[in-house]
């Protein structure tokens, strides 16, 4: 989930575009996203994305 560390946009170019303007001409925004986006950054590490590719590949592999 993005949360609060990104802005959601529809999944076209006027959209895309429009939150890009958005973020580069608000200071104070673009400083939130900041600030959010490495507080959501902290929620990952390599160790729980390995921890979480085995048991991916274990659970595929005892399927089949």
Request: avoid cysteine.
């Amino acid at each position: 989930a993005v949360e609060s560390a990104g802005v959601k946009a529809e999944p076209t170019a006027e959209s895309i575009a429009e939150n890009v303007v958005s973020v580069l001409a608000n200071e104070k925004f673009r400083n939130k996203l900041r600030q959010e986006s490495i507080k959501q950054a902290s929620k990952f590490n390599w160790e729980k994305t390995i921890e979480k590719t085995i048991y991916v590949y274990g659970k595929v592999l005892s399927d089949a």
